[in-house]
């Protein structure tokens, strides 16, 4: 069983910055990798960025160039840093990953993001 939390979400302005987290409960080299999707309402969920345990990253062409995707393997977190925020951006942001033994998917609860005009 792996738990992840998400936090940093937020009310912003357009143009303006957040920084998502997410914490494992099993250390993220646990996974051939770890990312970050987000599912606005009335629409599916999309994966925004991504990265492996070799730090290979790997992002949405929307979000490309204003997010970065990054990891703190001692605190076992994986961080979205979102800049240039556009109103487009909105929408609950999850943490993912899947059991590299037995390819269970894991989620977090996810963090709301709202970018305001």
């Known amino acids: 069983q792996v738990q992840l939390v998400e936090s940093g979400g937020g009310l912003v302005q357009a143009g303006g910055s957040l920084r998502l987290s997410c914490i494992s409960s099993r250390s993220i080299f646990s996974f051939n990798a770890m990312d970050w999707y987000r599912q606005a309402p009335g629409k599916q969920r999309e994966l925004v960025a991504s990265?492996?345990?070799?730090?290979?990253?790997d992002y949405a062409d929307s979000v490309k160039g204003r997010f970065t995707i990054s990891r703190d393997v001692l605190r076992r977190t994986v961080h979205l840093q979102m800049n240039d925020l556009k109103t487009e951006d909105t929408a609950a942001y999850y943490c993912?990953?899947?059991?590299?033994?037995?390819?269970?998917?894991?989620w977090g609860q996810g963090t709301q993001v709202t970018v305001s005009s």
């Open positions: 990265i492996t345990r070799g730090s290979i990253t």
């Open positions: 993912h990953t899947v059991s590299p033994g037995d390819g269970i998917a894991y």
